[in-house]
């Protein structure tokens, strides 16, 4: 798991309209700039549209889950996701993602989608960006 970038072990988050409490364990996907690549918005944005679509079709609960540099300067739109965590593995790995986010009982893990490694990095309501 050494082999994330850096932003990976410092992001934030910022959720609209969370259910409270919130789950007990979530995964938080995103279909934006798919390994790192980064893409036009347009290009963006209708990948997050399919990705909300899929969503949709699972008949999934979700919310909206931005993850964040910790000052704000980079964001990338996702989804909190009520499903299983091979389910969330298999999403990432549909919108060619490095990672996914899995929370479990507050603990933030990142979650390799090639190789299923987790990384614990502690305390997920420690990470939300409170506006």
């Known amino acids: 798991m050494k082999d994330f ?5 410092t992001t934030r988050f910022v959720l609209s309209d969370p259910p409270q409490p919130l789950p007990a364990s979530f995964a938080i996907v995103t279909a934006i700039n798919p390994m790192d690549e980064v893409r036009p918005e347009a290009a963006n944005h209708e990948a997050d549209q399919k990705l ?3 969503l949709e079709e699972r008949r999934a609960s979700f919310f909206r889950a931005t993850g964040t ?8 739109p996702g989804w ?9 593995l298999e999403i990432g790995r549909h919108f060619g ?5 899995w929370i479990e009982d507050d603990d933030l893990h990142l979650l390799s989608c090639q190789s299923s490694d987790s990384l614990l990095l502690g305390s997920f309501l420690k990470r939300i960006h409170e506006p």
């Open 69 to 76: 540099s910790p000052d704000l300067a980079h964001q990338e």
């Open 97 to 101: 993602q490095r990672a996914i986010w």
């Open 52 to 54: 909300k679509t899929l």
């Open 80 to 88: 909190a996701v009520m499903t299983d965590r091979p389910s969330a």
């Open 5 to 9: 970038p850096e932003p990976y072990l």
